[in-house]
């Protein structure tokens, strides 16, 4: 009787109810509701069911006649992917390619959308347009129209350079080719469209303080779209540790690429061929830590640079 | 200061040589896929030979039992069916986040940031296992449910939310005594709508894109998108599938070119790149 009391006298004081609270909360709740559940089930517990995965073998005792075990394992599969040949020589691949490959496609998208927003540029709209067609066609089908073009005979390129496209040497480059043929584009849209947000107020100083285009680019436009070329390295580095699609392609074509080229492409043939899914999902992990490491440091390391006052 | 004629000629040449660089395969494919089989080699490799493409499709479309056209109809399934929702649970859950200040957004939201570092290709096998103990494997919702979630689609529509959408119209619309879920459809869902066709655009894309989800989940050839099985006709390589493979390339790929033609005013990377603060 008191408690009831006491909830009317509340009642009576307390002011009128605000919508933010409890109904707010609830709204928020039923508008994330979607996303969460998607979210969990197909991100959240995979990531889950990959690290449990992980730290267990499959074991057949004796002479590998007995039924198959599952037993715990510890880190065993963590130190057997770093004694990995194929994991490690893939790596060393994806480290070589990223180095290669990510500078020249970020530069040339930089240099195109620079000369876009710059006053010399005629056609800006045909070109723009252009550059960016590329984003609409899959990797996989970029890499099948690319390998036709690495074709003797049947391409008009293959038979004007003195190297084979396809040949151990060679393939690794002829993947960071249609790779930046895919991305160059959307790449110089994303800097492109930071460029365009830049008030042109800060053109006009530089010009009265005696810049001229160069300059200006150099040390004003730049600096400014730095946080859209954190965005795009961050998006390379990722693409590049998740690199399948082309090398898969080229796989069925040339004996060039093995069916263990990149760590991806290794932890596939661990899982499914091998039947080892616990290695298997142990690289993919380790793949995943990796591409987060790597784009925290280089996140971390642009912010440190420009503290420093180093462009860009 | 007015450009010289130095520098306007060289920035443009330029441009014309990286243009020539990027249309190069898109024309090569388009002169390709008109020739017959032999003329791919006997005729010049970037112009016309006898025009054969009507003779192309039709033999495309018929191949194998007509599964091409299937694959087509499977594309624009998974694509756009997967983007819709995708945009649709993104654009909610990007609302929730901007517009209520509940306890654990900041961590809610640092979740999903996280997850955007993380490559999705390196869930296949997982989800693989997962897939199979929900009945899901070798089913079209194996494809199109992991397709809608999209952490990056998440962050740009909390973006897009809190530059498009005033909260004071929020609480004008409260005060007229609307709820949550009509001043969401009728009024944030309308500021927000063109923004929501960019991420529809990104999120159609990325599945369009995506090879390695449908190769893990489906085994029936009639239920792939087009990208396997043209990697499959490929790997055949023969004289025959070649050409098949070729034209088959062409026709999958010319609407989606069009389409970005068409919609170039949709494709605004800007809301993307100036708001990320690191």
Redesign the interface.
Known sequence: MATIQLEAEQRRTAPPPR??GP???R??????A???V??V???L???A??VN?SFYQVKRSGLGFGTPERVFAGLDNFTAVFADGSFMNGIGRLLLFGLVQVPIMLG?ALV?AL??D??????KRV?R??????????????A??????YTP????LADLVPFDFLSDSVVLWSMANIVT?TW??FNM??????L??IPTSLYEAA?LDGA??WKTAWYVKVPL?R??L??TG?FSI??T??L??EP??LS??TPAVGKDYTP?MR??QV?LDNND?GQ??AI??M??VF??GL??LF?RL??WLTARGVNP | MKPTLRSRTLTTAFMFVVAVYVLLPVWWLLVSATKSGGDLFDTPALWFGEINLGTNVGRLMEQDGGVYPRWLINTVIYSVGGAVGATVVSAMAGYALSKYPFRGRGAVFAVIMFAVLIPVPLLGLPLYLLLTQLGLLNTMWGVLLPSMVSPFGVYLARVYADAAVPTDLLEAGRLDGAGELRIFFTVAVRLMAPALVTLFLFQFVAIWNNFFLPMIVLNDEKLWPVTLGLVKWNSLRTGFYRDMVITGAFVSVIPVILAFIGLQRFWKADLAAGSVKV
């Open positions: 919508r933010r109904t707010g909360n709204a928020a709740g039923i508008f994330l979607p996303f969460a998607l979210f089930v197909f991100f517990v995979p990531i069911y990959a995965e040339l195109l000369l876009l710059s006053a010399s540029a005629r056609f070109f347009l252009t550059y960016f067609l590329p984003y609409a066609v899959p990797g996989v089908i970029a099948i129209v690319w390998s036709f073009l005979r049947i391409s008009p043929w160059v584009g849209l994303v800097i492109y469209a930071a365009q947000s010009e001229g285009g779209v946080p859209s954190v965005l961050v990722i693409g540790l998740q399948f699609n898969m392609v069925r074509i991806l932890s596939l899982a899914y298997g999902t993919a992990l793949l995943a591409a987060a784009s925290y996140i642009s912010a």
